[in-house]
């Protein structure tokens, strides 16, 4: 059974930075697609990122481009999202997503796993 376990939320200033992990677990993901997704207060869940485990070739949002990077470490099965030059627009719960499937896609239904989510909060 696969499980992601997201942590590295919390409160930070406008301008500064957070590093979320997803830790995964219950499969092989090397062939598998992992991605961020987040989720505002009365918004609908949105892209973030999306790495390739196998390839680490990576997929980003026009409104986290430059800022956010996505990473994974294989040793220790988690892949990571650094943040800088955060914006109170970024505060959302994080979620991690993985899925079997082959690409890089944005849609939050071409992943079948999720996690529980982290909170991320930015303050003005």
């Known amino acids: 059974q696969v499980e992601l376990v997201e942590s590295g939320g919390g409160l930070v200033q406008a301008g500064g930075s957070l590093r979320l992990s997803c830790a995964a677990s219950?499969?092989?993901?090397?062939?598998?697609?992992m991605g961020w997704f987040r989720q505002a207060p009365g918004k609908e869940r949105e892209f973030v990122a999306a790495?390739?485990?196998?390839?680490?070739?990576?997929y980003y949002a026009d409104s986290v481009k430059g800022r956010f990077t996505i990473s994974k470490d294989n040793a220790k099965n988690t892949v990571l999202l650094q943040m800088n030059s955060l914006k109170p627009e970024d505060t959302a719960v994080y979620y991690c997503?993985?899925?079997?499937?082959?690409?890089?896609?944005?849609?939050?239904?071409?992943?079948?796993?999720w996690g529980q989510g982290t909170q991320v909060t930015v303050s003005s």
């Open positions: 790495i390739l485990w196998i390839a680490g070739s990576t």
């Open positions: 997503s993985a899925d079997p499937g082959p690409g890089l896609v944005k849609s939050g239904d071409d992943y079948r796993y």
């Open positions: 219950g499969r092989t993901f090397s062939r598998y697609r």
